[in-house]
């Protein structure tokens, strides 16, 4: 059995930024001033600002698996992703706007950016629940 289960979570919300930044969140038709209707996907690829956080989350998550010792700066970066992650969905719903309305829809691979956040969250209850069990330790030594 795994004794530290939030690294296998943040080891996950790495592979869901990773690939999301591959996969497309949304795909449909897309106008442009001065070009026809084009039909685009929605990857992280789009917009500049989408592929830094995706980026930041997964280098955020790669770096709090081996924080192991330090449970406190830890828990401090499973927060910041919980918060980048959520910052991360809000500019991809907000690209979606880009797009014809009613001429496209979200892709199953859309999965990977809200898994994000949920992975962060489960890390970040299983880092805490670790920090509990130390200080308990502590007083009865």
């Not at 795909?27 to 980026?55: D, K, M, R, Y």
């Not at 330090?70 to 828990?75: T, V």
């Not at 797009?99 to 969250?121: K, M, R, Y």
Request: charged share 15%.
């Amino acid at each position: 059995m795994l004794q530290r289960m939030q690294s296998v979570w943040l080891l996950l919300a790495a592979i869901c930024a990773i690939l999301s930044i591959k996969y497309p969140f949304y795909s449909g038709n897309i106008e442009t001033p001065g070009q026809p209707i084009s039909f685009q996907f929605l990857t992280a690829i789009f917009n500049i600002w989408i592929l830094i956080v995706t980026i930041a989350l997964a280098c955020i998550a790669a770096i709090d698996i081996f924080l192991y010792k330090n449970r406190k700066l830890q828990g401090r970066l499973a927060i910041l992703g919980i918060l980048l992650s959520l910052l991360n969905i809000y500019l991809y719903l907000k690209a979606i706007h880009r797009f014809v309305e009613n001429q496209g829809s979200h892709t199953i691979t859309a999965v990977f950016v809200i898994a994000i956040p949920i992975l962060f969250f489960l890390a970040a209850r299983g880092i805490y629940r670790d920090q509990k069990l130390v200080k308990s330790l502590d007083r009865l030594r």
